[in-house]
């Protein structure tokens, strides 16, 4: 079995000096001892033991290098790093509290959650510290919280039934039709809260999702009877910040019934359905029942009215906490080089801001947004969940970890 490297080094370490300082009579001894030990060829092998321990300048095809001969690993540079434990202590608690993003939707939503937590005393940073995490890059807060991140992850179950009545009245529309630029028209879906027993009746929640600026409201319901559902859908659209345009939904017999058909045509509203067996169709709902409703209440089975009454006053505070403190991107471009998808998105902005931009909402919706927007603390939010859904010894305790940065 022939040596390591590493093992070879060494003996090179352990020879070379004595070669340098021996006769050549000596030298062909030693040169003969060195290539039988290490199997390397006679002009190598004379080489290394001539020029080990020295610095050699290397010419090569990227230039003129330097390299140390026989050295075993290379020396750390020992440089102070820019982004140390002050920095990363109240990274850690931004990305808790804006629910665990990516560096890409962080990053640009640091410059205005940092003086938004500064506002309600949330945080309390140096100006130093502070002007370094208005400059980090999306890449180094990934690397910085990697350790962070190995924690969550739960596959969710389908429970759509597909429906027959009236699908021929209703139209079809594909993910590729959805390209309004309108804030009002909106894709629904139900989420089912069984626990794994889907027998008898249980909680759903009615997801609404807008398909311009992400905005989602949710309501919990207690089974899926239309009338339950029709009822919520009308309570969220009051509470939209613009005006209901359009439907779209899966081909669920919840959704594709005569009444809400005839609710539809009364006011005026577009109402279209999914093909069947393509929930890419329904992709921004979609994502939005485990990035909103799951990460928030999980699947567990809930089946009783205090628990419908739990999650209608978690949804009260989750709606907020989503809608104006939790940025998304949207996809702009994708397009095929050769067997690679390049993907283009927009910059990260959250709903209430992409609302603020629309020129389809009007001004007084916008100044009663402001006003709700000034007078909100995430922190303060993000407790109002947690003592609401209590903690979860499979989630993270965001109480304790929050309260032990507030204290530093």
């Not at 030298?27 to 610095?55: M, P």
């Not at 109240?90 to 939707?105: E, H, S, V």
Request: with cysteine; net charge positive; proline share 3%.
């Amino acid at each position: 079995m022939g040596l390591t490297m590493r093992t070879k080094r060494e003996i090179t370490k352990e020879i070379a000096p004595r070669y340098q300082k021996s006769r050549e009579r000596e030298k062909t001894k030693i040169l003969d001892e060195f290539v039988g030990l290490t199997g390397y060829t006679r002009c190598y092998a004379s080489w290394l033991l001539r020029n080990c321990g020295r610095k050699i300048v290397m010419k090569g095809k990227g230039g003129r290098r330097i390299i140390f001969v026989g050295e075993i690993r290379k020396r750390k540079r020992k440089r102070k790093r820019v982004y140390d434990e002050e920095v990363l202590k109240p990274l850690k608690r931004i990305w808790y509290i804006m629910d665990f993003p990516c560096g890409k939707r962080l990053r640009p939503s640091l410059k205005w959650i940092v003086p938004k937590l500064e506002q309600h005393g949330e945080l309390r940073i140096s100006k130093e510290v502070r002007e370094k995490l208005l400059k980090i890059s999306s890449a180094t807060i990934d690397r910085l919280l990697r350790s962070e991140k190995r924690k969550m992850e739960l596959k969710p179950k389908a429970k759509t039934k597909p429906g027959t009545l009236l699908k021929h009245q209703i139209p079809v529309r594909t993910f590729s039709d959805w390209d309004d630029k309108r804030p009002g028209f909106v894709e629904i879906d139900l989420v089912s809260h069984d626990g794994g027993n889907v027998r008898g009746d249980f909680i759903q929640t009615l997801d609404v999702t807008d398909v311009a600026t992400g905005w989602t409201e949710t309501e919990a319901v207690r089974n899926r009877a239309q009338v339950w559902v029709f009822e919520a859908l009308k309570k969220i659209q009051k509470r939209l910040p613009f005006e209901l345009l359009g439907i779209d939904s899966d081909n669920d017999t919840v959704f594709i019934n005569a009444h809400l058909l005839r609710y539809c045509e009364r006011n005026n509203l577009t109402f279209t359905r999914t093909r069947v067996y393509r929930k890419n169709d329904n992709c921004y709902v979609e994502q939005k029942n485990w990035t909103v409703v799951r990460r928030a209440v999980g699947y567990l089975r809930y089946d009783t009215e205090e628990e419908l009454k739990t999650l209608n006053e978690l949804y009260k505070w989750l709606r907020l906490y989503t809608n104006f403190f939790q940025p998304m991107m949207k996809l702009l471009e994708k397009r095929r080089v050769g067997s690679k998808v390049r993907k283009k998105y927009d910059e990260p902005r959250t709903p209430y801001q992409r609302v603020l931009e629309s020129q389809w909402v009007n001004k007084e919706n916008k100044e009663k947004l402001k006003s709700q927007y000034d007078k909100l603390n995430p922190v303060e939010l993000k407790r109002k969940q947690e003592l609401k859904r209590g903690c979860n010894k499979r989630e993270y305790s965001l109480n304790s970890h929050i309260n032990s940065y507030m204290r530093q």
